[in-house]
């Protein structure tokens, strides 16, 4: 049955290799996981992965392979995106098999119970990685209670509590009925890719909705320290956040800018300090994330656990430095130099342009942003750099997330400058 | 484009000097619409140039033939440090200015060593190009090698191996496979180095190696994107026609591995809350004729969801989350790795007797046309987004120089893979996946 939606669709063409990609992409994701079912968005997505009604998961597996296709669905905060990678000689029954899968997804309870112990499993396996658990603890902890600390995989309870009706349930409201954006890049012409989608996308026009509403997130005051304790660790994952920047702040670009300055390359002060002058983390940077509302901002390193404390020490009075002083006028100059000389980078392939352009209407990202990315980092000025930092980053409100075995450095974490409390958390624990 | 011959004899018009004069050596056809074109400078560096304007970008690599295998019990981990020290100073430029330089101009810059090879890139803005070739030419000859530089990288090594082998289970297993299989070669140790080794290098230990290896004569240079060719070479025969060529490198004794009769198991227990298995059986070198049936094997085995292992252990069975096949692409013969990560409470010996079920099932009976033809496809597929970018031409194109000396046939790699028949991929399946000749590491979680 045809759904009265009509896509947008969008493309890029480029005929340097012959390969296309196609992505689905719907405003929908993890933030309408009702309370107590979270990761239901994934779960559902992955259910429509494994096929349409009238062919076997292992079939719709068979299909795809055989045509030289690969095909990922993933639920993400704020959207959720089929992909599909396929040899252009193989274009047409691929988008047929995805088509399919939109509009009648099997839905098997067979499926979907397996499906709820590989992400059961999932979620287990995530503890050997303590990069990841570093930074789903620091999202937890800075962004509690609200939707924004929510992982998108849900939690051990959560799945448990999940079932297929519940998961069917979601399809109809948000993914069966609601509009959603076409994307080709690659091998394949404008007309050729509006004639496909409309072969199998045919419907009436709908627009798309505006944007969801979300809560506004607050910061939680003072420095809060949380141990994720873990056995026999020589080294340690050690991630320091406050709250960040709001996709139409005015002083985004300012921030961008400071934020690049800082920890943003590898010769800001950052990595500097930390890494060529002391050698004390392979890797050391800072991230500036935006949403609709404020999302994080976090530096990360991976010191060792025997001076893991004299990092984040230092850590703490660079960061004091960069809100309290700014950034010298020839940081801000050649931070802004970097990010418009390597911008190119963000559009040399057809896929990368095309996701730009799906951010634009499904993210509600500024057009400007994109279309006149190097004038706005090239208008900030230093004065606005160093007010966007200080109006934004507070670093007396901090949620430093250390994963160690908590009896190397707990005491050392104690003492740091200004914190408030601290917390040890078995690596385990949900 | 020209011809490369009027061109070089342009580029030599009034060189005196042996080290900078251009020889044109060879031009190849690189997929349906590039050329590659290979040049030579009198001190033996050799430069290959792909022209490609899909985009306003370009890469440019540097591949020295030095790995890991180059180096001796003792001073593991020597290429590997090496290349955290290239990116300090220069007789030329202080400390820092390579990186400041190139991250003002746009570029992004980085390197990776392993058993048979190191490499440096830089993808940067096509504007750059100037500077990359100044820049890449200085480090080569000009590196300052002085104590507190080594002492801060060293620590830095240490710090990463900290995290990529130490705390990191999949690593530190890969590390213990590969020192359980072989016991000759070279490919026993871990590029990154024991800590011991690394612990212990001195400055000369490096001023040392980099007299060595580092050298016009060791190195390609891979340029790939929108630039112009005469534009490059004279800047490159500006540059680099000023160094020396080292003397040739004395490649040692070629330390033959003894043919493995037995299985070797290593059990391990490490803080994971599920059980893992990695396998490593004996696999050809990356140029044997037998690799690319072998590859294709791992593909039907192990190449995504609808492959027989993946299936039986992650779908059907539910024994496992993950499983994923790799052979390794180096010079010598080498391993083909399988990584198992059960589930919780299942078990490595059922999980091992399903793997060693089917493979015998493939030695016997080979693979269907259609499923040979899934396999090729998705081979295919895998390669071509290897193509996408410029980085991705030149990284292609060095490997192959470097490992196979010959960097235009990646795509006659391809057509490789495309000419295997079931009956090859049954015999390659008998001949190297045979549990007698294969090592297992196997990893129990310990309690928290």
């Known amino acids: 049955m045809r759904k009265s939606i009509k896509p947008k669709i969008l493309v890029e ?30 779960l559902t997505g992955q259910l429509m992965r494994r096929g349409p009604s009238g062919i076997s998961a292992d079939g719709f597996e068979e299909r795809l392979a055989n045509l030289g296709a690969r095909l990922t669905v993933d639920a993400a905060m704020r959207s959720t995106r089929i992909r599909a990678t396929t040899l252009r000689r193989n274009l047409e029954p691929v988008l047929e098999l995805v088509a399919d899968l939109i509009w009648q997804p099997a839905l098997r309870a067979r499926d979907f119970a397996k499906l709820k112990r590989h992400a059961q499993a999932s979620l287990l396996a995530r503890l050997d990685d303590d990069q990841t658990l570093g930074a789903v603890h620091l999202r937890q902890r800075l962004f509690a209670g609200h939707p924004y600390g929510r992982s998108s995989s849900g939690s051990s309870a959560s799945l448990r509590r999940i079932r297929l009706q519940d998961a069917k349930r979601f399809y109809a409201r948000y993914l069966q009925k609601e509009p959603f954006i076409v994307g080709m890049s690659g091998d394949i012409s404008d007309s050729e890719a509006k004639s496909l989608v409309r072969a199998h996308f045919p419907a009436p026009p709908r627009k798309m909705n505006g944007k969801r509403d979300v809560p506004a997130t607050h910061i939680r005051r003072g420095r809060h320290v949380i141990v994720v304790d873990k056995p026999e660790r020589t080294q340690t994952q050690l991630y320091i956040g406050t709250l960040g920047a709001r996709t139409h702040d005015r002083n985004l ?35 500036l994330m935006h949403s609709d509302q404020r999302d994080a901002w976090y530096m990360w390193t991976a010191p060792s ?35 418009i000389n390597s911008h190119c980078f963000d559009r040399d392939t057809p896929s990368k342009r095309l996701e730009s352009r799906i951010d634009i209407e499904l993210l509600g990202v ?3 942003y994109v279309e006149r990315h190097d004038e706005l980092v090239a208008d900030v000025t230093p004065k606005q750099a160093k007010e966007a930092t200080k109006a934004r980053i507070s670093p007396g409100d901090l949620v430093i997330v250390v994963v160690a075995t908590a009896k190397d450095v707990e005491d050392a974490f104690a003492k740091l400058p200004g914190v408030k409390s601290v917390e040890v958390v078995p690596y385990r624990q949900p | 484009m020209g011809s490369p011959t009027s061109l070089i004899e342009r580029l030599n018009r009034g060189v005196t000097r042996r080290n900078a004069r251009w020889s044109f050596v060879n031009a190849q056809r690189f997929g349906v619409a590039l050329e590659l074109r290979r040049f030579r400078l009198g001190n033996g560096l050799t430069v290959v140039s792909l022209v490609d304007r899909s985009a306003p970008t370009i890469s440019y690599h540097t591949w ?8 001796r019990p003792g001073k593991t981990g020597l290429a590997h440090l090496f290349e955290h020290l290239m990116f300090n100073e220069t007789k030329r430029r202080g400390r820092g200015e390579f990186d400041r330089l190139m991250e003002r101009a746009g570029a992004e810059v980085n390197a990776a060593t392993w058993t048979d090879w190191t490499y440096y890139y830089e993808n940067a803005p096509k504007n750059a190009l100037a500077l990359v070739i100044e820049l890449e030419a200085d480090r080569m000859s000009n590196l300052v090698l002085r104590a507190p530089q080594v002492r801060s990288e060293k620590e830095v090594v240490a710090n990463e191996r900290k995290l990529r082998v130490e705390d990191d289970i999949e690593g530190r297993a890969l590390e213990e496979l590969y020192a359980t299989a072989f016991r000759r070669h070279p490919y026993r140790w871990p590029t990154i180095g024991w800590m011991k080794d690394i612990r212990g290098f001195t400055v000369e230990d490096c001023r040392r190696f980099y007299r060595t290896h580092y050298a016009p004569n060791n190195a390609t240079v891979i340029i790939a994107g929108d630039f112009d060719e005469r534009q490059a070479l004279s800047k490159i025969q500006e540059r680099y026609g000023r160094l020396s060529p080292a003397r040739p490198i004395d490649p040692g004794p070629h330390s033959k591995e003894p043919l493995q009769r037995r299985e070797r198991v290593l059990r391990i227990a490490a803080p994971t809350p599920t059980d893992k298995v990695l396998i490593g059986y004996r696999a050809p070198s990356f140029a044997n004729p037998h690799t690319p049936a072998l590859s294709v094997a791992n593909e039907l085995l192990f190449g995504g969801r609808s492959a027989r292992v993946h299936r039986l252990l992650c779908l059907d069975e539910e024994l496992a989350l993950s499983v994923r096949g790799a052979i390794s692409p180096f010079v010598d013969p080498g391993l083909f790795e399988i990584w198992i990560s059960l589930r919780e409470g299942k078990r490595r010996r059922d999980a091992i007797a399903l793997l060693d079920k089917e493979v015998r099932r493939l030695a016997a009976e080979g693979p269907t046309d259609l499923e040979l033809e899934k396999a090729i496809n998705q081979i295919e597929l895998s390669f071509l987004h290897s193509m996408e970018t410029a980085g991705g031409k030149a990284e292609q194109v060095g490997f192959y120089e470097t490992v196979v000396d010959d960097g235009g046939t990646p795509f006659d790699r391809l057509n490789a ?20 000749r294969r090592s297992r590491v196997e990893i129990s979680g310990i309690a928290a």
């Open chain 2, 64 to 71: 020295f033939r030095v790995g890991s295998r180059h180096e």
């Open chain 1, 253 to 287: 670009f300012p921030l961008i800018v400071s934020n690049t300055a800082f920890g943003g390359t590898f010769t800001g002060p950052l990595m500097q300090e930390v890494r060529a002058v002391r050698g004390w983390s392979y890797g050391a940077y800072s991230r």
């Open chain 1, 13 to 42: 063409s480029s005929d340097v290799l012959p390969l296309v990609d196609v992505e689905i992409a719907f405003r929908v994701g993890s933030l309408q996981d009702p309370i107590g079912k979270e990761g239901i968005a994934q």
């Open chain 2, 417 to 436: 893979y495309r000419r295997v028949t079931p009956t090859q991929v049954k015999r390659a399946v008998a001949k190297y996946l045979r549990p007698s």
């Open chain 1, 366 to 368: 500024p057009r400007r």
């Open chain 1, 305 to 339: 656990a025997e001076y893991s404390a004299d990092c984040a020490a230092l850590q703490l009075e660079l960061l004091d430095r960069w809100v309290d002083k700014g950034l010298p006028q020839a940081s801000v100059k050649f931070a802004q130099q970097y990010l």
